[in-house]
């Protein structure tokens, strides 16, 4: 599959649960977030990777941890969450560090029970 | 700190009728603004920057620094155009806040 990629698509974990989020971008890019899409919330920006490196951790609990072995691949480690962090969790990828054409994977539904 | 603001959460418009979705925002400096757009079923995808000028599926943007404003623009809306939108500002050069976007209903 081209462009970004994210599995799984849905995931429903208990509280108590530690789970991953996947990302893969297909596109050469050098940057790499994450965003969190709540029901009644703007799109939230959560971490930012450049060449690997984290750039941005947007004031985010600790009980999400992300990972970015290479320009490619991004994690988002999951542990003791809470309800309210169910939501719509974005990856986006960019050839540059830059607002300048992001471009978006499908999202993974999370529901936290 | 920079904010999007999108005022209407849902807009429904007749099929050729013009449609018109407002952003306004709030930054000090020289922001870059960007429109993006998710149809339903499908991932969130870039429609147009301010930066490249151009007019992307018949839309247009103009960045008004006067008045902060970065509104879209259709003059004939089409069945296909119905989705959400969300307006978009960057700072920082990779710092992305969104709008809390408009849901974009066109009728037949």
């Known amino acids: 599959e081209t462009g970004v990629t994210q599995t799984p698509r849905h995931l429903v974990m208990g509280m108590t649960n530690k789970k991953s989020l996947k990302c893969e971008q297909h596109l050469g890019h050098n940057a790499m977030y994450w965003y969190k899409q709540s029901a009644k919330k703007p799109l939230e920006l959560m971490f930012v990777?450049?060449?690997?490196?984290?750039?941005e951790n947007n004031s985010v609990p600790s009980r999400f941890s992300p990972e970015c072995p290479n320009s490619s691949h991004l994690f988002l480690h999951l542990h003791t969450l809470q309800p309210e962090d169910s939501a719509l969790y974005l990856c986006a990828s960019s050839q540059e560090m830059g607002g300048r054409g992001q471009y978006f994977g499908p999202g993974t539904r999370l529901t936290v029970t | 700190a920079q904010r999007v603001t999108q005022p209407e959460k849902l807009l429904s418009v007749f099929k050729g009728a013009p449609v018109e979705l407002k952003c306004n925002y709030s930054y000090s400096g020289s922001p870059e603004l960007f429109w993006y757009v998710q149809y339903s079923r499908q991932r969130l995808q870039l429609l147009l920057r301010?930066?490249s000028r151009e007019s992307i599926k018949g839309f247009t943007a103009d960045l008004n620094k006067g008045e902060t404003s970065f509104h879209l623009k259709k003059p004939f809306a089409q069945e296909e155009d119905s989705a959400m939108y969300y307006c978009?500002?960057?700072?920082?050069?990779?710092?992305?806040?969104f709008g809390a976007g408009t849901t974009v209903t066109v009728r037949a």
């Open positions: 978009a500002l960057s700072v920082h050069d990779y710092k992305l806040s």
């Open positions: 990777y450049s060449l690997e490196e984290r750039v």
């Open positions: 301010h930066i």
